[in-house]
C-alpha cells in the first residue's frame, strides 16, 4: 500500500525549488515586538514557508492512526492550523483550526510544528511576530480486497 502527504500552503499555488523566492508583501505598520498572536502581522503562508529554517512538513499518521483510517475507509485527511511566529523565530502557538479527525495525528502535528524554526520576521526594519496558516493533507489509498 502507497500513501501520500501534501502540505498545502493555504491559498497559494506550489512553487519548484527553482522558483525565486516569493515578493516581500506589501509594506505595513509596524508591529511591536511584545505584540501577541492576537495582533501579529498575518503573512501569505508561501512567504511564511520560505522562511522556514527548520524543520521538515512532511508528517505521517503512526501505524495505528493509519489503521484508524482504514477501519474509518478515509482516503484521505486534512488538519488545518494556524501558527504565529516570535520575534525570535520560534513558533510560540499552534492553533487547530480545523482536525484531520484523528486525535493522535492532530497532536503530533501540532508538536511538529512548533519545533519549526524560522528567520525573524520584520515589519518596516523593525523584528515582528507573524502568523500564517498551513493545511497538512495525508493521502492513503484503502487495501485492496483479495
Known amino acids: 500500500m502507497r500513501s501520500w502527504i501534501v502540505v498545502v500552503l493555504a491559498g497559494c499555488a506550489s512553487q519548484s525549488s527553482s522558483s525565486?523566492?516569493?515578493a516581500a508583501p506589501a509594506p505595513v505598520a509596524a508591529v511591536p515586538a511584545s505584540a501577541d498572536a492576537n495582533n501579529a502581522q498575518m503573512l501569505p503562508p508561501s512567504y511564511a514557508n520560505a522562511h522556514r529554517v527548520e524543520g521538515?512538513?512532511?508528517i505521517v499518521p503512526d501505524d495505528m492512526d493509519k489503521m484508524k483510517m482504514v477501519e474509518r475507509k478515509l482516503t484521505r485527511v486534512i488538519h488545518s492550523a494556524k501558527l504565529?511566529?516570535?520575534?525570535d523565530g520560534r513558533v510560540g502557538s499552534v492553533t487547530m483550526l480545523r482536525s484531520s479527525g484523528i486525535p493522535n495525528f492532530d497532536e503530533k502535528i501540532r508538536k511538529r510544528i512548533l519545533g519549526?524554526?524560522?528567520t525573524p520576521f520584520q515589519i518596516n526594519g523593525k523584528p515582528a511576530p507573524v502568523c500564517t496558516t498551513l493545511s497538512v493533507v495525508y493521502n492513503q489509498p484503502l487495501p485492496e480486497r483479495r
Open 116 to 118: 519549526w524554526r524560522y
Open 84 to 87: 504565529c511566529i516570535t520575534v
Open 20 to 22: 525565486p523566492p516569493p
Open 56 to 58: 521538515s512538513i512532511l
